[in-house]
Nanobody, 114 residues
Framework: QVQLVESGGGLVQAGGSLRLSCAAS????????MGWFRQAPGKQRELVAV???????NYADSVKGRFTISRDNAKNTVFLQMNSLRPEDTAVYYC????????WGQGTQVTVSP
């Protein structure tokens, strides 16, 4: 069972940057794709970025060109570098294995002020 702990969120002005981290325990981290998700108030959770075990990446259109996902398999950690933040990026951010319905962490709150 993989356990996930997200960190790095905070309050930032529009145009600013944050770097999120997700520490994963469990031996299956290295062999799985990892994703960053977000859930804004009153909205469904959405996938914003994915990185495969080999390092290939994909992004939601809303964050493409602004967010960068990366991973350090030696440290069982996945990162999300967020630049040019917008108020609509405000949400709780989570990491997980795409397609897995269980094992969600507590998330980390990102708030972007106008």
């Amino acid at each position: 069972q993989v356990q996930l702990v997200e960190s790095g969120g905070g309050l930032v002005q529009a145009g600013g940057s944050l770097r999120l981290s997700c520490a994963a325990s469990g031996s299956i981290f290295k062999t799985n794709a990892m994703g960053w998700f977000r859930q804004a108030p009153g909205k469904q959770r959405e996938l914003v970025a994915v990185i495969t075990s080999g390092g290939s990446t994909n992004y939601a259109d809303s964050v493409k060109g602004r967010f960068t996902i990366s991973r350090d398999n030696a440290k069982n950690t996945v990162f999300l570098q967020m630049n040019s933040l917008r108020p609509e990026d405000t949400a709780v951010y989570y990491c997980n294995i795409p397609g897995r319905s269980t094992g969600w962490g507590q998330g980390t709150q990102v708030t972007v002020s106008p």
